[in-house]
């Protein structure tokens, strides 16, 4: 519930940099875990998926600040 309130009172751009945090804890956390799978010999194929996607995810939150960036800047310039 709090979470969702919070949620409204982000901006479009902050709303981004948490997604982007987000997939960037997840990427972080599926590589750790197939490091340890690894270790100990186990199958991590599912979660080597599941990176991969992260990853993918991650990318594209990467590209979409990217451009709220750029558009701000160019904002910042027409002035």
Do not use: C, Y
Not at 28 to 35: C, D, E, K, P, S
Not at 46 to 66: F, P, Q
């Amino acid at each position: 519930m709090i979470e969702a309130i919070e949620e409204e009172r982000l901006t479009p751009a902050q709303r981004l940099h948490r997604r982007f945090n987000e997939m960037s804890a997840r990427v972080r956390g599926l590589r750790n875990l197939i490091a340890i799978r690894q270790a100990s010999g186990e199958d991590f194929n599912a979660l080597w998926r599941l990176l991969e996607d992260a990853e993918a995810e991650k990318k594209l939150a990467h590209e979409e600040l990217a451009k709220v960036g750029r558009e701000r800047i160019l904002s910042r310039i027409s002035k």
